[in-house]
């Protein structure tokens, strides 16, 4: 009955399954202009995944310079600020305190996208390149270089109790250039 419950995914979100993919508007940008991430989800197999309906509670950008990072791992190289991401839970569990929850259905043909809107500009006191998605994510870049990794991270609403809580797109790289 323990490893029934364990291994029962029934009733959890899970983003491990879906294939999750970000497209940039362009792959070159300068300073001050805007960007526009898509994040794609989509499945092999028609499924139900479930979003906050404020989707910055289900989805947060990564940015990092050169190669992908996961967010523990950006000390001393960004700065960074995520909206949303303490989260109360319950043994693991998120407790979703009313919040309105969206179920999308998708498939092979037709996947989720969700548009995210940002600018790239300098700190004018430091000079440092930022990333600025708003409720997606602010980043300070604090080393030199203008190749950088883009990745979302996926927040389950309802995770199963052995669900690393680690679920991010395949990275994309962009360049960025005075």
């Known amino acids: ?6 291994f029962d995914t029934s009733g959890c979100d899970r983003f491990d399954i879906v294939e999750a993919g970000l497209i940039s508007d362009k792959e070159s940008y300068r300073i ?6 898509r994040l794609r989800l989509r499945s092999n197999e028609p499924r139900y995944i479930r979003l906050f309906e404020e989707k910055w509670r289900s989805v947060s950008l990564s940015v990092s310079p050169k190669e992908f990072r996961r967010y523990h791992e950006l000390k001393g190289l960004v ?10 839970t319950d ?7 009313k919040e309105r929850i969206e ?15 940002g600018v790239i500009h300098k700190d004018i006191d430091t000079g440092q390149i930022v990333f600025d998605f708003r409720e997606y994510g602010r980043f300070v870049i604090l080393q030199r270089g ?17 669900d690393p809580l680690e679920d991010y797109s395949d990275p994309i790289m962009i360049t960025v250039t005075e």
């Open 91 to 97: 043994n693991g569990r998120s407790i979703p305190d």
């Open 1 to 6: 009955m323990i490893a029934r419950a364990i």
């Open 32 to 37: 001050g202009e805007a960007i526009e991430i």
């Open 103 to 117: 179920k999308i259905r998708i498939d092979e043909n037709n996947p989720y996208e969700l548009k995210i809107a």
């Open 79 to 88: 700065e960074y600020s995520i909206p949303g991401s303490e989260r109360k």
């Open 146 to 162: 203008s190749l950088f990794s883009i990745a979302a991270y996926l927040r389950p609403i309802d995770p199963h109790p052995l």
